[in-house]
């Protein structure tokens, strides 16, 4: 049995079907041609924080404190989450929910020590060598095992 007929058979398709379906003009390459979908485009966002308030926060584990930074941030604080009471593995969790919301809302996420993150918003001055001027480019924003 073929792929055709089995999935024919599957679907309940007789033989002789198919010529009952509805057909579709076939539209000529000239008139394809001119339509063209609408190039997207990307829209940054306007809105500039001012860094009015900054939210620390001890992450203890994902399941409870990552909504927390995430609202917090949403609201347009700074947040510093400090991971040192956490496993690695947990950890790895929230490094990747904090690259994801920042990359999310056009921010910045800075590793300030090994366990310890800052999450800025788009027009944040962030001052202080950057993951390009520190020793261990590779190892700027992750925890390895």
Do not use: C, W
Request: glycine share 6%.
């Amino acid at each position: 049995m073929s792929v055709v007929s089995f999935a024919k058979n599957f679907f309940g398709i007789e033989e002789g079907q198919h010529d009952e379906l509805p057909t579709r003009e076939a539209i000529p390459i000239s008139s394809r041609q001119a339509f063209r979908p609408a190039a997207v485009q990307k829209n940054k966002r306007a809105q500039v924080y001012e860094m009015n308030e900054i939210f620390t926060i001890d992450v203890s584990s994902y399941q409870g404190d990552a909504a927390r930074i995430g609202s917090e941030y949403r609201d347009g604080k700074t947040v510093i989450a400090n991971l040192g009471e956490m496993t690695a593995t947990e950890a790895r969790r929230v490094i990747d929910f904090i690259m994801g919301l920042t990359f999310a809302l056009d921010g910045e996420a800075r590793r300030v020590t090994e366990k310890v993150y800052l999450l800025a918003h788009a027009g944040v001055a962030i001052e202080g060598e950057s993951s390009a001027e520190s020793n261990n480019e590779a190892d700027a924003l992750f925890i390895r095992p």
